[in-house]
């Protein structure tokens, strides 16, 4: 069975750091793209960050270029989202998705205004609130 699961989110003031941690099984982990989507209030799901599992490589929406890192435990079959310099328009559901076409991935994440949808698994989210 296919398991994505996040954890990490909770409150925090503008300025502050959290850490995500997304936690996959069920899976060949190295032949998947991770990415992470988020989901504000009254807004479409976008992208914000993705990773290859199997060469490493990054990818990040504009909007989080500079301030989030996303990152790959391997072995733990875990991909990580380091927020740092939080503002209060990062308040949002944060998602951990992964599909088997980093193609199609990058271009998610990476395009403004395209469709967070169509990966092959999601995670059910957490939540993230940054203060003013």
């Known amino acids: 069975e296919v398991q994505i699961v996040e954890s990490g989110g909770g409150l925090v003031q503008a300025g502050g750091s959290l850490r995500l941690s997304c936690a996959a099984s069920?899976?060949?982990?190295?032949?998947?793209?991770i990415g992470w989507f988020r989901q504000a209030p009254g807004k479409e799901r976008e992208g914000v960050s993705c990773?290859?599992?199997?060469?490493?490589?990054?990818y990040y929406a504009d909007s989080v270029k500079g301030r989030f890192t996303i990152s790959s435990d391997n072995a733990k079959n875990t991909v990580y989202l380091q927020m740092n310099s939080l503002k209060p328009e990062d308040t949002a559901v944060y998602y951990c998705?992964?599909?088997?076409?980093?193609?199609?991935?990058?271009?998610?994440?990476?395009?403004?205004?395209?469709?967070?949808?169509?990966?092959?698994?999601w995670g059910k989210g957490t939540l993230v609130t940054v203060s003013s």
């Open positions: 990773i290859s599992s199997s060469d490493g490589s990054t």
């Open positions: 069920g899976f060949t982990f190295d032949d998947y793209a």
């Open positions: 998705a992964a599909d088997k076409d980093l193609l199609h991935t990058v271009v998610t994440v990476t395009t403004p205004g395209a469709p967070a949808y169509g990966m092959d698994y």
